[in-house]
Each structure stands twice: as C-alpha cells, then as structure tokens.
C-alpha cells in the first residue's frame, strides 16, 4: 500500500508538471495579442522556455500608425512563482541562448520574461518611424505584456534591467507603478542633456586613483603625440576593417583617444594594463585598438545600436567628453554636438526633449514604489546615478571600485546582506544571494 500511494504522489507530482507545461502552452496559443509562438532550448533551471512574438500599437496613442511584432521570451519555472520581468533596453536576444539566466531568477526561484526593446533586435516596425521611439511607448509596450502574462503568472512580480535596460526598469515604473511589485536597476543614469555634464569631471577625479589618472592622461598624450606615425596604422586597421565614418580619420584618432579614458574606467577590467608613455608605440596602439576601438564610431559599429543614440539625442541623453587636457594635440576644437556628428542616422535632426528626465526625477521624489539601484563606484556612469531619498523604499548600493559589470552576485558581502534584507522585506519571502 505505501508503495502504491508513492507512486500515485510521484505520477500525480509529474502529471501536474506537465499540465502546467501545456496550460502555459495552451494560454499563450489563446490569446489574441500573441502571434507566434514557440518553444525553445532553454536553461535547466527552468522547466520550459518560449520565444514569442506579441503584436504592438506603434503608437500606443493612435491606432492608425500600425502595428509591430515584438520579441518576448519567457522561461518557466511555475506558476505560482515569482516573475523575474526584464524590461531590456536593447535587443533581447540572449534570453533565446540556453545558458542564460538572469542573477535574480536562482535568488527568487522565479520565472522569467524578458521583453525586448522596440526598435531593436528583432521588434521593429516597417516603416521605420523614429517620432515613435518614444519612453512613453516602449514603457507602454512593457505594460501590455505584463498585463497580459499576469492572466497566467500569479505570484509575485520584480522589473529589472542593466544600463540602458535599468533606466527603462524606471520609466516604466514610473508610467505604470503598478506593474510590478519590486524593481532591481543596475548601473542605470538619469541624464539631463545630450552631453550631461557630470561625466568629465567624474573621470578626471575617479576617487583614490590619481596616480592612474595621471598614468591615464601620459597614454592619451603619448597617443597624441605619436599623431603622423599613429594615424597611418588607424587608417590601415579601418580599410582592412572595411570601416566607413562620417568623420575624417584624424579625427576618428581625436574620438578614440577622449573615449579611451570613459571606456576604460567604465569597465574596469583593464586599468592595470594600462602602459606607461614610454613603451613602444606599438604596445600604445594596440592597447588603444582594445579599450576603445574605431568600431564605435564607424557606421557599420553603430547598425545594430542606432536606435540607442535616437533616444539619447531625444530622451535619454549621454556623456560629452573634456578636451582641455588633450587640446594642444587634438585636430579638433570642440567636441560639442559629437553625438549628431557621428552617430545619428544621416539627415534625421532631433531636438532633445528636458521633459522625462525632470518627471522621472520627481518621480523618485515622491513615489513609495519599491527600486533597487545598483551601482559602481568606478563606472562614468555612476557620476549621473538616480539620486534616491533617505526613505525605506529605496536601496542605493555603490561597489566600491566597481565597474559598469556590478551586479548583485558580485557585491561585498555586506552588501549582499543589505540588498538580501531589504528584498525580504519588500517581497516578504526568502532570498537566496550566494
């Protein structure tokens, strides 16, 4: 007999498993809105992953602009468990890779979604039309696909997203508060012009380094400096690149050489390596080629992410560069208005609109909604950070010396604690931080 009722538990446990598999399956074939959907290899965490392709208003005020298909993938851990929502402020495509799991999905036990960003990757509408490229839409986007997998999911939900991504965790929070229950943002700004203006002096004071600073500036000159030698193996690594600019190749070498500090400390990872002014200049080259290559600047670098620098010169914003160390060798004599010069799509004038950004900051002011933001304390862009009240829904955490890969598992162990506090509280339920 109890071998019997053990074995009735475990047929029961696995016919329970696979109806929900179908149920979720079955619901998203069911609804109006998806019009594709397929199952994919995903991660073993997970019990079923699914990349589906949900129709979109263009414009979420007026139907008559059309309507898009945008990419969503979602991976299935239960029903009754959390969701981990991933409002991606790029393309989405790694969530189709069966490796991939966000950090939060193990920590939460949770299910997983994540929404692509309009205008990226595979959600794209035809025409393009850059006018509705817009914070509102794409948070309105986010909306519709949580309202409608909230008809599945039952437990509780949690936004998140990295740089781009994070701030897009925000504005959407900020248009539909509701949405979620919780919000993790990482390494996310909120810039008040097309050249902020908090980013130069950032760089040029990185706290506790200022005899890398120098060493810094030394490879910057010594690049400069080496100009005639230089730019001909530029010039030859762009040809046999097939790399194409709407600017002259001195001044590709100009825009490498004032990226490189802002790359560099964004990541981190190689400010050890950084040589001294008097190697070789063939040693300078190379490390210059790896920390802040041409690629960025040339045209085909930007194919994939032209949609970014739209919404920077709209919305967003961006980081300008300081010149005044460097101007003696540089070919230019300012660096104002870069962003339209080099990365906008030819012909499309845009006026950046002050308006969001302002909102979104009295938003923050005023709102009880639960955010996360995580920082490092290295990373250029952590010079134009959310700037959050002393209040218990919010928990700003800074690395110290971290770069822009600062994420939760990455953290110091107290800070973990803090973060695994603090998300026990909101969700009310348990955290697992490793």
């Known amino acids: 007999m109890k ?49 589906i392709m949900i129709e979109q208003p263009v414009d979420h005020e007026d139907p008559d602009h059309g309507t898009f298909l945008q ?29 991939y799991i966000n950090e939060l999905s193990p920590m939460l036990g949770a299910n997983q979604i994540c929404v692509e960003h309009r205008y990226f990757g595979e959600s794209w509408p035809d025409p393009i039309d850059w006018d ?19 008809k599945y999911y039952t437990g509780k939900w949690i936004s998140t997203g990295i740089s781009k991504g994070g701030e897009t965790v925000v504005y959407h929070r900020w248009l539909y508060p509701d949405d979620v229950d919780a919000s993790v943002a990482y390494v996310c700004p909120l810039n008040f012009g097309v050249e902020d203006g908090r980013h130069e ?5 990185v706290p506790g380094t200022k005899e890398k600073r120098q060493q810094i500036l030394d490879f910057q000159l010594a690049i400069l400096k080496n100009r005639e030698i230089l730019l001909p193996k530029l010039d030859s690594l762009c040809q046999q690149k097939n790399y194409t600019f709407r600017i002259s190749m001195d001044e590709v070498l100009d825009f490498c050489v004032l990226e490189y500090s802002f790359a560099l400390w964004q990541w981190g990872n190689m400010t050890n390596q950084v040589p001294d002014a008097d190697a070789g200049l063939d ?15 040339a045209i085909e670098g930007q194919e994939n992410i032209k949609s970014f620098f739209v919404q920077a010169a709209s919305e967003l914003g961006y980081y300008g560069y300081d010149i005044k160390p460097l101007k003696d060798y540089l070919s230019i ?35 009880d909604s639960k955010i ?38 990455n953290l110091p162990e107290y800070q973990k604690q803090e973060v695994k506090e603090k998300l026990e509280k909101w969700l009310d339920m348990e955290v697992m931080i490793k």
């Open 201 to 205: 002096p950032f760089i040029a004071n």
């Open 132 to 150: 509705q490229l817009t914070v509102r839409n794409a948070a309105a986007d986010q909306h519709r696909v949580a309202q409608l997998l909230k």
């Open 71 to 99: 990419r969503v993938f979602i991976a299935d851990k239960s029903v009754d468990a959390p969701v981990v929502f991933i409002t991606e402020g790029y393309s989405g495509g790694y969530a189709g890779i069966p490796r």
């Open 3 to 51: 071998r019997f009722i053990l074995f009735y538990i475990l047929l029961l446990n696995t016919t329970i498993i696979l109806a929900q598999q179908i149920t979720l399956e079955s619901f998203l074939n069911k609804q109006t809105q998806i019009k594709s959907v397929e199952k994919i290899a995903g991660n073993d965490f997970f019990e079923a992953t699914y990349k």
């Open 372 to 409: 996360l933001f995580v920082y490092g304390g290295w990373d250029p862009w952590s010079a134009s950070g959310f700037e959050v009240p002393e209040k218990d829904n919010f928990l700003k955490i800074v690395k110290p010396g971290g770069s822009h890969a600062t994420r939760i598992s």
């Open 333 to 367: 004599k300012s660096s104002k208005n870069y962003l339209e010069k080099i990365f906008l799509p030819a012909d499309l004038k845009i006026k950046y609109d002050k308006k969001t950004s302002k909102q979104v900051k009295r938003f923050i002011k005023n709102t």
């Open 283 to 297: 040693s300078l080259f190379q490390h210059l080629m790896i920390v802040s290559a041409p690629s960025y600047f």
